[in-house]
């Protein structure tokens, strides 16, 4: 269980770092420590790191990292907390927490939103969205900007403009040595290049500069919910559908378990669905014929595909991943969706172990597609669907069925996996050279013998420096 700070460091160290800091800093004899050490997924509540340091700016991040090295402390760096892998949270070391810095500045003329490291998707969207802009975010609202955006980021408005990590402007990093530097287009532009999709292996983000799009206040938007057996029909006409889409509709196929929700007749509350969802960010009138394929394939149990606010949207399956869930997710890039992957696939949606066993398909394509291989360090973006198995329960007894049928399903994409992944819904911890790629993975690894050669930020889908071990 717990490490306490006892053998490693003195009260006196600890003494000097909270005298260093504005923010909290917890350690095991602070109330409020066990808290401070969860994150999202509950899988990992039994880790115990020494110290988390709440930070309130960059110069708490900086005395903070130099803390660590100091005292040569495992560093833990945390935005908005969901890491499905647990990289958040850490036994015996450091978190560099960044939930306190979540202020997001907009300035309208030239869209554009200035975030905190530790906003969360939606601090974004409440203040994009009374100007009436937004950019590409989470389907999932608490989850946060900083490792959402610095993994790739995959959400509703992808296709018509990008993924999260192609709308990053610019960001303020602290880096391994302690130093504060500005990565743009004309500042230190391969660091851009390798925070556009490399994840958090290059230094601590205390500010983003996301570029802003119109969206909004309403979109066409929303599920329809089909029955078990309507899942293969549903997936022959996404695929067909997926590729001819224009870029401003986003859809995903969603196998599932109906949620206990009062838009879903009772009768269907805890049996097998099939589901699509999608948005489109552009003209509402024209939302119904972009998806008028869906209306015909079988009877719906619940269609609810229609106008609504974007936040609402942005926000609607909120309360079925709440904080302290168990989950783990598994996930590969897909060159296509043939007959036998989706006979696979319905198959593996009535084996599923709990009610949150989600087999999604991802549409992808359009902007996302259209962004060259080498320009981002998210390199995959040729893939027309990505796969992702992903799993909760609340019981830990459950957690390995999960986990297994999780990877079943992962396995059952067989010829059709491209062997790439997008690393940000991969709940191990060690895939991150086939998710890159040996092009991309090679100048990831000079980007962070540049910037971070000793490997001091390790707990993330690691970026090994080449000066490793020597
Ligand atoms: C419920 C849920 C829904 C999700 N939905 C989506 C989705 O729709 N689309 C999608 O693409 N992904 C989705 N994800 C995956 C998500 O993108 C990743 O889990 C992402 O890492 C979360 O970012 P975070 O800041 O909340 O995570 P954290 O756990 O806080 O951080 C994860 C990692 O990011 C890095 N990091 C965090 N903050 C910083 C910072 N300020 N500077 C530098 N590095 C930092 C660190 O390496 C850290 O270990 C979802 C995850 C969950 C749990």
Not at 93 to 107: H, K, T, Y
Request: hydrophobic share 40%; aromatic share 6%; with cysteine.
């Amino acid at each position: 269980m717990s490490q306490t700070i006892a053998p490693v460091l003195g009260e006196a160290t600890i003494q000097e770092l909270r005298e260093a800091v504005r923010g909290e800093v917890l350690t095991a004899q602070d109330d409020g420590h066990a808290e401070a050490c969860k994150i999202w997924n509950g899988a990992h509540d039994d880790r115990r790191p020494a110290l988390v340091v709440r930070c309130t700016g960059a110069a708490d991040v900086i005395a903070a990292i130099g803390f660590a090295r100091s005292n040569r402390l495992a560093v833990a760096v945390r935005g908005g907390g969901h890491s499905v892998a647990g990289f958040s949270t850490c036994d015996g070391g450091i978190v560099i927490d960044l939930s306190r810095m979540n202020s997001v500045r907009v300035d309208p003329e030239n869209p554009t939103a200035t975030v905190g490291g530790g906003a969360v998707w939606a601090d974004v969207d409440h203040e994009t969205q009374a100007h009436g802009l937004a950019t590409t975010g989470g389907l999932v609202s608490s989850t946060g900007v900083a490792g959402f955006t610095l993994g790739g980021g995959i959400g509703w408005l992808m296709r018509n403009y990008g993924l999260a990590c192609d709308n990053l402007l610019a960001a303020d990093v602290v880096i391994a040595d302690g130093r504060l530097v500005r990565a743009s287009e004309t500042e230190n532009p391969e660091l851009l290049w390798g925070l556009r999709g490399g994840g958090g292996n290059f230094g601590i983000v205390t500010q983003f500069e996301l570029q802003l799009h119109a969206v909004g206040p309403m979109v066409y938007a929303g599920p329809i919910f089909y029955a078990a057996d309507a899942a293969r029909d549903l997936l022959h006409a996404f695929r067909t559908w997926a590729g001819n889409a224009p870029d401003e509709i986003t859809g995903i196929v969603n196998l599932t378990t109906a949620p206990p929700l009062p838009v879903i007749p009772e009768e269907w509350h805890g049996k097998k669905v099939a589901a699509l969802i999608a948005v489109s960010s552009g003209q509402l009138d024209e939302g119904d014929s972009l998806v008028s394929e869906f209306r015909t394939i079988a009877e719906p149990i619940a269609d609810l595909l229609g106008p609504m606010p974007y936040t609402v949207i942005q926000s609607l399956i909120d309360p079925l991943w709440p904080k302290g869930i168990q989950s783990y997710f598994k996930a590969t890039n897909l060159s296509g969706l043939d007959d036998e992957l989706i006979d696979r696939l319905t198959a593996l949606h009535l084996a599923a172990p709990g009610p949150q066993c989600e087999i999604h398909v991802h549409q992808m394509g359009g902007a996302v597609a259209r962004v060259g291989e080498q320009a981002t360090a998210f390199a995959d973006r040729s893939m027309p669907f990505v796969l992702n198995a992903v799993t909760g329960w609340h019981d830990s007894a459950a957690g390995t069925a999960h986990r297994d049928w999780a990877r079943a399903v992962i396995d059952a994409a067989g010829n059709a996996s491209t062997g790439r992944a997008y690393v940000n819904f991969l709940g191990d911890t060690d895939a991150a050279r086939s998710s890159y790629g040996d092009e991309t993975y090679a100048r990831l690894v000079a980007l962070k013998d540049e910037y971070d050669p000793s490997n001091v930020f390790r707990l993330n889908q690691n970026i090994e420096p080449s000066t490793a071990g020597s």
